[in-house]
């Protein structure tokens, strides 16, 4: 069983950066595609970016394309969200998921259903 560990995650100004980080463990996070999920305050949970195990295919959303990127490095077994020109509705606990397959997490309407997610991290951009 796989296990999600999130961090990086603060207050930052409209217009600043963040980086959040997911430390994966257990057999066999190294070929699971990872992604992440954004849930903002009282709404749903929503995909933010999704990437193939071994890194060489990545989706991120339409509402953040060209501000983040989404990377991993195996031998760290991390995923990592880098997070610029931040906006005031990027705020929310964004959680990092896992599942066996890149379509299975870059297709997900919600992280219910995939193979494991951590405990979130939260992120609140202020104006």
């Known amino acids: 069983q796989v296990q999600l560990v999130e961090s990086g995650g603060g207050p930052v100004q409209a217009g600043g950066s963040l980086r959040l980080s997911c430390a994966a463990s257990?057999?066999?996070?190294?070929?699971?595609?990872m992604g992440w999920f954004r849930q903002a305050p009282g709404k749903e949970d929503r995909f933010v970016a999704a990437?193939?195990?071994?890194?060489?295919?990545?989706h991120v959303a339409d509402t953040v394309k060209g501000r983040f990127t989404i990377s991993r490095y195996n031998a760290k077994n991390t995923v990592y969200l880098q997070m610029n020109s931040l906006k005031p509705e990027d705020t929310g606990v964004y959680f990092c998921?896992?599942?066996?397959?890149?379509?299975?997490?870059?297709?997900?309407?919600?992280?219910?259903?995939?193979?494991?997610w951590g405990q979130g991290t939260l992120v609140t951009v202020y104006s």
């Open positions: 998921v896992a599942g066996r397959n890149y379509s299975m997490v870059a297709e997900a309407t919600t992280w219910d259903g995939l193979d494991a």
């Open positions: 257990g057999s066999p996070s190294r070929t699971y595609a």
């Open positions: 990437i193939r195990w071994n890194g060489e295919r990545t």
